[in-house]
């Protein structure tokens, strides 16, 4: 993590959780995994959301897409569910997208993921909170 000027944890999960639609980039259609829960913790708490997963054409009702690109409209918001060698072709990715905030979920980020998307300009959130915490997930949906 940079040791420059930053926002406190809290001022950029709430820019974050400002935006009006997210993507969930490693949603699962296994409802035990952690990318399957955070897609319903959105779903949970009214948000508009987006499943990413090229290989699942519907992931909680919802019409999954492969990529940010394919979404059938832009985002400025996702939260990362994927291995940090994954999560960094992620980062590029999400930034060709016009994506403006990721939160890379507890075991997703990785340093250089972290580094490419602060120098892209990028609103960062890693290495701390799960968004299942801050949002506040309920296992019974």
């Not at 699942?56 to 409209?73: D, F, M, N, W």
């Amino acid at each position: 993590m940079s040791s420059t000027a930053r926002r406190s944890d809290a001022e950029r999960i709430d820019a974050f959780l400002a935006s009006s639609s997210f993507a969930v980039v490693g949603a699962s259609t296994d409802r035990s995994k952690y990318g399957n829960k955070v897609l319903r913790c959105y779903q949970q708490n009214g948000r508009k959301v987006f499943p990413v997963n090229p290989k699942a054409p519907e992931v909680e009702g919802l019409r999954a897409y492969p990529t940010l690109a394919a979404l059938p409209e832009p985002v400025a918001a996702i939260s990362v569910i994927t291995p940090p060698a994954a999560t960094e072709q992620v980062v590029r990715e999400a930034h060709a997208a016009g994506v403006k905030h990721v939160w890379m979920q507890p075991g997703a980020e990785s340093d250089e993921a972290i580094r490419t998307a602060e120098a892209l300009g990028m609103n960062v959130i890693a290495d701390g909170p799960c968004l299942l915490v801050v949002m506040g997930y309920r296992e019974q949906d």
